[in-house]
């Protein structure tokens, strides 16, 4: 028989949910907070180092998750358009990998140059780390945060190697720029795609609204 918690683990226990619920109502708002209704997967003691990663976080992540998490409910409504949302989930997905994959090749390329010159990271940081416990509402914005990750990573490695001389300053700010960008592209392609989904769920609405039965939720 497993033992009952002692204090000290209870007490653990509840400042992590404490620490779970304000992270929600920090990164969405009370409203939001009050009234989401499905499962939310936190990721605790996370981290992220550059101020750019920081940025994107605070400025993005609510927003991004928000729509990303807009595939599931409209795929709960009645006449909803498949191929609307399978498009809309195969453009998302490709464009996530494509920017893992820049991300990657150029962790790669950086660490390989690092090591080719006997240079490690184990004297290299960001002095202002910024603690986090991540509120995951939708697979895809679980993807978007490890993209924050990746890009804290090209930006350490990138300013060690011009630090160390490895790269001088021009190589180090097309290596950070060409990624931010590409993190920067993938809320405006979010924002043409999700705005296909508001058309199809308008037009349902509009049908019902046709028919003298409307949905109230689905019209809110």
Known sequence: MSQAPSPAELAALNANAVKRQRSLLDVFG??????????????????????VSVRFYRKDFAYLSKQLYLEYQYRNWRGFNAETLERYNEVITKKLLNINILMTNT???????????????????????????VPV??????????????????????????????IDSVQRSQAEFLCKKSVRAFRSILQTEVS??????????????????VNETSAA
């Open 30 to 51: 009370i409203d939001f907070a009050q009234t989401f209704q499905s499962p939310v997967v936190f990721l605790d003691d996370e981290q992220l180092q550059s101020p």
């Open 107 to 133: 962790i790669n390329r950086l660490e390989k140059l690092l090591q080719q010159n006997g240079v490690t990271l184990e004297s290299s940081l960001f002095p202002n780390p910024k603690s986090l416990t």
């Open 137 to 166: 509402i939708a697979a895809h914005a679980r993807s978007y945060f490890q993209v924050l990750r990746n890009l804290d990573r090209v930006n350490l490695l990138a300013g060690t190697a011009n630090l160390l001389g490895v």
């Open 196 to 213: 296909k989904l508001y058309r199809e769920a308008d037009r349902i609405v509009k049908e019902q609204a046709a028919g003298g039965v």
